[in-house]
């Protein structure tokens, strides 16, 4: 009876998870992240250290269950332990971000330059950030470039942008607009919405290219689908010039409205600017003091200036010209 179970016991094991990983992958091409987690989870629950990876990304990720850092990071521990590259990865990631566990930058090189051993280019990619910030290593841009060139290598496109970066700036290799030009091109082919707003950001600008503001509203449109903030408030301000685009006074608006609500002070305070112009949206004071506040409360001097102008004039708020000096103070 032993005997058997010896012999069937593997058996068994091997049939449990190739039947899982086949339903897995029926469920992905479907697209049922829901059932994918499922069949993955009996897969990692048996040690499959891919399949604990994978649990890993989705409670990441929040695809097929909910988002979970705690359990990501959980699951990329137990994987990056037997060895899993990608789980290590994984846990660069959350220590760079402090997702799931304390922020560690220290920890996020030792486990992105596992990874990095490992081939993963996400991790180099990462590994490059450290050394370009002076994060839990000590500062070095050309061995950041370094890193980003091995991680384009395997088709990363967060180091395309960032190779365009370095080009633009001059740090860690010479200055050179056509190599910014070629990285940033890359990046954004690839689909990453950073080197779309960059590229954007370079046909805006004339840099080794010849100036098109048509190409560059076409660009920075890419980048603020994908969320990019900077990249909204641009495609605000094409409209509201009519640089590239036709000038839509509710399209400005619109995007304007998108890069503020992400928290971005210059958008914010433009936005408050036109509420109180009755630009692109009914005039609206208290609207206007309320997006000028939220974007002085970070700092911006351009709305401390209008907030404090709101006070001194009682538009939008109660009059006090004490509180209004004070925020052209602070502007000043």
Known sequence: MLTAWALLGPVRHYYVQWSAAQKAQAALLAKNYGEVFNQWMLMAQDGNVDAQTNIGLMYWMGQGVAQNDLLAVDWWNKAASAGNVNAASGLGAAYYFGRGVKRDYESAAIWARKASAGGNCAAQSLLGSLYWEGHGVAR????????????????????????????????????????????????ADLGNANGQYMLGVL?????????????????????????????????????????????????????????????????????????????????????????????????????QLWLGNAYLKGKGVTPNNLVGASWWLKAA
Request: no cysteine.
């Open 140 to 187: 070095d841009e050309a061995q950041a470039v370094s890193w980003w060139r091995k991680a384009v290598d395997g088709g990363n496109s967060d180091a395309a942008y960032s190779l365009s970066l370095a080009y633009s700036f001059g740090k860690g290799v010479a200055k050179d607009d056509q190599q910014t030009v070629i990285w940033a091109r890359k990046a």
């Open 203 to 303: 046909y805006h600008q004339g840099q080794g290219l010849p100036k098109d503001d048509r190409l560059a509203f076409e660009w920075w449109m890419k980048s603020a689908a994908s969320g990019v903030q900077q990249a909204q408030y641009s495609v605000a301000g094409a409209y509201g010039t009519g640089n590239g685009i036709g000038k839509d006074k509710a399209q400005a608006f619109f995007w304007m409205r998108k890069a503020a609500d992400q928290g971005h002070a210059p958008a914010q305070s433009d936005l408050g600017t036109m509420y109180s112009l009755g630009s692109g949206v009914q005039q609206d004071d208290a609207q206007a003091t309320a997006w000028w506040r939220k974007a002085a409360d970070q700092g911006y001097a351009e709305a």
